[in-house]
């Protein structure tokens, strides 16, 4: 359910920023590019969130 939420949280966000850089007047070709880094970022730091809680799972949580 997290994950789930935090897509939904991650794609609001960008679209928001994208509607502010729409009433900016700012390029859509800037618009776009910068959705897809937002989303890249997006993605990399939801894989190493689910990384970090797996690997933490499988140790146990007293032996860091």
């Known amino acids: 359910m997290s994950s789930a939420l935090y897509v939904l949280a991650y794609l609001l966000l960008i679209a928001g920023v994208s509607y502010l850089a729409y009433l900016s007047h700012i390029p859509e070709s800037y618009i776009v590019a910068i959705a897809v880094i937002m989303l890249g970022i997006g993605v990399v730091s939801g894989m190493e969130s689910a990384r970090l809680r797996n ?4 140790r146990g949580p007293g032996l860091y």
């Open 55 to 58: 690997s933490e799972y499988r």
